[in-house]
């Protein structure tokens, strides 16, 4: 059995430092090692050879020198590429991927996507100042994440989704929304059921002004009376309450696709 990490701390955006049998030692991306300022020539070369690759390198070290290298290959989740063709049909303008990853790797998942817009290697300040340069355009912003990184960006954004499953603490609290699963899908049906939902709502309001203008018009001409306004009030209550139950069938109708 692995002897456990002691002292464990979280450098956002970075890495990880810890203890391990009594030596100080860190886990981290290539700036990360950087900042460590022991980096031989040689592990430089093997880093940016794995980075062009399309390799997202983790680098493990100790205090004074590079233990090993770790190579990761992102993939597109399963229906990736759905949902961000189903978000474009539903006119949602412009949509942008943010990672920590590099370049290559970052622009290799994009292209995959048919994402243009593409932000890579930023920390979580550099997050933030993405999402506040594009609500600076003057539209509305959401910004979907998981992770600890990401949570400052939500915060920022005017509607911040979590992905609640996987989705780390932080990310959680600091949404005003967080999907119950991982499923990519749940989030073109978030914007289709928000525009139903509004459009009920909106159809509601309309009619129930238009029943309170038409009886006061009734009332003037002096051919409303108290019992007519009466059932006219309880039945206008009763349809706009059974307009919004319309949204449980559109919900179930969305779940069979």
Do not use: Y
């Not at 994009?110 to 506040?132: Q, S, Y």
Request: proline content about 4%; glycine content about 10%; aromatic content about 4%.
């Amino acid at each position: 059995e692995a002897e456990p990490v002691r002292d464990a701390v979280i450098v956002p955006g970075r890495g990880v430092r810890g203890r391990f049998l009594g030596n100080d030692v860190w886990l981290g991306s290539h700036r990360f090692l950087e900042e460590q300022g022991c980096e031989p020539p040689e592990v430089h070369d093997a880093l940016i050879e794995l980075a062009a690759s399309g390799n997202t390198v983790v680098v493990v070290g100790e205090a004074d020198h590079v233990c090993g290298l770790i190579a990761l290959r992102d993939v597109p989740r399963d229906g990736a590429q759905d949902v961000v063709q189903r978000l474009k049909t539903l006119g949602i303008r412009r949509i942008v991927m943010l990672t920590g990853d590099n370049r290559p790797t970052a622009e290799a998942i994009a292209k995959v996507l048919a994402i243009g817009d593409v932000r890579a290697e930023l920390l979580p300040p550099d997050k933030v100042a993405v999402v506040e340069g594009l609500a600076r355009t003057g539209a509305p912003v959401a910004m979907v994440g998981d992770g600890v990184n990401d949570a400052p960006a939500m915060a920022r954004a005017d509607l911040g989704i979590a992905m609640g499953a996987a989705g780390s603490d932080a990310a959680i609290e600091t949404a005003d929304i967080a999907l119950m699963s991982d499923d990519l899908s749940r989030i073109p049906w978030l914007v289709s059921h928000s525009r139903r939902t509004v459009s009920v709502i909106r159809q509601n309001i309309g009619f129930s002004l238009l029943v309170k203008a038409t009886f006061v018009l009734l009332a003037f001409a002096g051919r409303a009376t108290l019992w007519s306004a009466i059932a006219a009030d309880i039945g206008a209550s009763l349809l706009v309450v059974f307009n919004g139950l319309r949204l449980l069938n559109a919900g179930r109708q969305d779940d069979a696709r």
